[in-house]
């Protein structure tokens, strides 16, 4: 067993192997179930996980846990972390420290609705991230530039949020009548 990057190297190339191999067992499905608490504190439930969420105070909430737009922020560091470690590992490249800040532009009038969506988006206008690499050996700008690049072409977070999604929204009455 390698392990590169605290990566099972091994294991990692044989899932690719698979996929390769048979493209449907790529096909995923991916859940999580998400309840009202109180306020605007709520929850979601993900695999054998709770992550709560609220909004801050300035917003009406009660600060108890981060908002939802700050939770995606999260997701696409952390995305982009695993694309790092992933992608470094299977090149052979040790990592020492990984850190990435986030931050994204939201404007209020479009998620209060008081501007239409056409007019003002109630979505990110814009994400920044600053990514902080160090390997434990030295390595070329161009193969920082390479992996950089592998990593940001295939983040699915990132990939969320460059590019449109289809989202279907159905407002189910039934369980609660």
Same mark, same amino acid.
């Given at each position: 067993?390698?392990?590169?990057?605290? #990566?099972?190297?091994?294991? %990692?190339? =044989? &899932?690719?192997?698979?996929?390769?191999? @048979?493209? +449907? *067992?790529?096909?995923?499905?991916?859940?999580?179930?998400?309840?009202?608490?109180?306020?605007?504190?709520?929850?979601?439930?993900?695999?054998?996980?709770?992550?709560?969420?609220?909004?801050?105070?300035?917003?009406?909430?009660?600060?108890?846990?981060?908002?939802?737009?700050?939770?995606?922020?999260?997701?696409?560091?952390?995305?982009?972390?695993?694309?790092?470690?992933?992608?470094?590992? #299977?090149?052979?490249?040790? %990592?020492? =420290? &990984?850190?990435?800040?986030?931050?994204? @532009?939201? +404007? *209020?009038?479009?998620?209060?609705?008081?501007?239409?969506?056409?007019?003002?988006?109630?979505?990110?206008?814009?994400?920044?991230?600053?990514?902080?690499?160090?390997?434990?050996?030295?390595?070329?700008?161009?193969?920082?530039?390479?992996?950089?690049?592998?990593?940001?072409?295939?983040?699915?977070?990132?990939?969320?949020?460059?590019?449109?999604?289809?989202?279907?929204?159905?407002?189910?009455?039934?369980?609660?009548?």
């Amino acid at each position: 067993m390698k392990i590169v990057n605290g #990566v099972d190297v091994d294991h %990692l190339k =044989k &899932v690719v192997e698979l996929v390769k191999e @048979n493209p +449907d *067992l790529g096909k995923t499905i991916w859940r999580a179930n998400t309840k009202w608490k109180s306020g605007f504190k709520c929850e979601a439930r993900i695999r054998d996980f709770v992550v709560n969420m609220d909004e801050p105070e300035d917003l009406g909430g009660t600060n108890t846990a981060p908002n939802m737009v700050e939770m995606v922020l999260g997701a696409y560091g952390c995305c982009l972390i695993v694309g790092y470690v992933m992608n470094a590992a #299977v090149r052979g490249i040790e %990592l020492a =420290k &990984v850190e990435i800040e986030l931050e994204g @532009n939201i +404007d *209020l009038p479009g998620f209060l609705g008081l501007e239409p969506p056409e007019k003002v988006w109630p979505g990110f206008t814009e994400v920044r991230a600053r990514v902080f690499l160090k390997t434990k050996e030295p390595l070329s700008k161009e193969k920082l530039k390479e992996l950089n690049e592998a990593v940001v072409k295939t983040s699915p977070v990132g990939s969320i949020l460059k590019n449109p999604v289809k989202v279907i929204t159905e407002l189910e009455t039934r369980r609660f009548v």
